[in-house]
């Protein structure tokens, strides 16, 4: 079975800041799928960002950007130029792409990030 | 821009009664999800749903629990004899066209069994 770990339970940062939350996983499988995802107070869940574990090449979207280490089993997210609207909670999740996939997604604890104007 | 959809947002319901939590996938997905979260804790897998039929389900659904597609849009998570501990916050998503497809969640449904 696959674990999510999130060891940072809360973070914050200034506004304007770059801050980094930190995830790892443990897992069998070669082939499988990384994400993060935010959950505002809304509690709606929103795709933060996404990463092919075939790819080398570090995933980014706008000011997220994770580093993706493979062997090391880590999958950590950069967030830049902090914004008042980072302040949610952000999740850590892991899916696996084998034959036997259907599209399960196990989640980390959660970070909560608060951004500080 | 699509989005999946649930009612209720908050459901209240007592100890031994049955609930049906209702979610509306994006309209061209085929895989539909439920999770849920219990408040301070981790959003946990409950059941994946595909061409009709369960493709895989979690120890926490039990015979408790069902899902159904009852028509083209909509997707429910019933409950039986709800119990305290399924006090939870309740969420659907759906992917396009494989499993592997990001998921889109609902804003979810607040569950409070008393």
């Known amino acids: 079975a696959q674990t999510v770990t999130q060891s940072q339970p809360e973070m914050s940062v200034q506004e304007a800041e770059t801050v980094t939350l930190s995830c790892t996983y443990d897992?069998?499988?070669?082939?499988?799928?990384l994400f993060w995802y935010k959950q505002p107070p809304s509690r709606q869940m929103i795709l933060v960002i996404r990463q092919e574990a075939y790819k080398q090449q570090n995933a980014t979207e706008n000011r997220f950007s994770v580093n993706f280490q493979k062997a090391a089993k880590s999958f950590s997210l950069k967030i830049s130029d902090s914004q008042l609207g980072d302040t949610a909670m952000y999740f850590c999740a892991f899916m696996n792409a084998g034959g036997t996939s259907y599209g399960k997604l196990t989640f980390g604890q959660g970070t909560i990030l608060t951004v500080h104007p | 821009e699509p989005e999946v959809t649930q009612t209720p947002s908050h459901q209240v319901t007592q100890m031994g009664q049955e609930v049906i939590l209702r979610c509306v996938p994006i309209s061209n997905h085929l895989y539909f999800y439920w999770y849920r979260q219990i408040l301070g804790q981790k959003v946990e897998f409950l059941v994946s749903?595909?061409?009709?039929?369960?493709?895989?389900k979690s120890e926490i659904f039990d015979d408790q629990f069902s899902v159904e597609r009852p028509d083209g849009s909509n997707f429910t998570l019933k409950i039986r004899s709800t119990k305290l501990e399924d006090s939870a916050m309740y969420f659907c998503a759906s992917t396009r066209q494989r499993s592997t497809d990001t998921q889109y969640f609902g804003p979810g449904t607040r569950l409070t069994v008393l």
């Open positions: 749903f595909y061409n009709n039929e369960i493709s895989e």
């Open positions: 897992t069998s499988e070669n082939n499988y799928y």
